[in-house]
Nanobody, 115 residues
Framework: EVQVVESGGGLVQPGASLRLSCTASGFTFSNSPIRWARQTPEKGLQWVSGINSDGKTYYTDSVKGRFTISRDNAKNTVYLQMNMLKPEDTAIYYC?????????RGQGTQVTVSS
């Protein structure tokens, strides 16, 4: 059974940092592209960042220069380092296994950026 677990969210002030983790099991992790997306009631689900099996990374424009995605295949984990957080980054963050149709995701982790 494929399982995905996101963690690392929290309540932080603007300008702070958080590191999200996505740990998955039940499939060949090292071969799989992984995406981070975030969801708010106002904007729905929006993709944030992605990393392919070859390590190539992608970012949406609003997080470029602030977020960094990485993977540790030995730990079956993808990380999203988020720096200089802004109130507009507030959302539930999901890790998605996009090699599945529909993509498989976990329960999400809440990130709240507020003073």
């Amino acid at each position: 059974e494929v399982q995905v677990v996101e963690s690392g969210g929290g309540l932080v002030q603007p300008g702070a940092s958080l590191r999200l983790s996505c740990t998955a099991s039940g499939f060949t992790f090292s071969n799989s592209p992984i995406r981070w997306a975030r969801q708010t009631p106002e904007k729905g689900l929006q993709w944030v960042s992605g990393i392919n099996s070859d390590g190539k990374t992608y970012y949406t424009d609003s997080v470029k220069g602030r977020f960094t995605i990485s993977r540790d295949n030995a730990k079956n984990t993808v990380y999203l380092q988020m720096n200089m957080l802004k109130p507009e980054d507030t959302a539930i963050y999901y890790c998605l296994l996009v090699s599945y149709d529909p993509p498989i995701r976990g329960q999400g982790t809440q990130v709240t950026v507020s003073s």
